[in-house]
């Protein structure tokens, strides 16, 4: 606001505003650009806002913006040294046995080879309620 004072005076801040230096449009690419760290110079400013009044009031707003938003300090990157990966053996020329799971046991009927929430299961609910209804069926043919 002041250098618009400055620069134009009183009455055309008055009668435009702040406006008539940087559009809103110009601000908000400003403000965008600033986050992603892409205003450096002037030529940035320039090349990122197509701000008529780069050259004039372009130094002004990069320290304003590097006041406001710090450059970040980069830090060297360290490696550390890795050891070397080691293959893994392909199933062909593994001679390893290879150990068969344990069958799982049914907690409601007793039985290897699955468990109480297997369809196989005669414990299972959709096994109880057909032979239900199939002995239901029986009695109401007569």
């Not at 372009?58 to 550390?80: C, E, K």
């Not at 062909?92 to 046991?105: F, G, L, N, T």
């Not at 290897?112 to 109401?140: D, F, W, Y």
């Amino acid at each position: 606001e002041l250098m618009t004072r400055r620069v134009y005076g009183d009455s055309t801040l008055n009668d435009y505003g702040p406006g008539v230096t940087m559009p809103d449009s110009v601000l908000d690419r400003i403000i965008d650009c600033a986050h992603q760290h892409k205003i450096s110079t002037i030529d940035d400013l320039r090349k990122e806002t197509k701000w008529s009044a780069a050259d004039r009031f372009g130094s002004d707003v990069i320290a304003i913006v590097q006041r406001i938003i710090p450059v970040p300090v980069l830090l060297p990157v360290f490696t550390t040294a890795t050891r070397p990966r080691q293959s893994l053996p392909s199933t062909s020329q593994s001679s390893q046995p290879v150990i068969a799971r344990k069958q799982p046991r049914c907690s409601a009927c007793g039985i290897e080879g699955h468990t109480k929430h297997s369809r196989i299961c005669l414990m299972n609910p959709s096994h109880v309620v057909s032979s239900l209804q199939t002995t239901a069926n029986k009695e109401n043919v007569c």
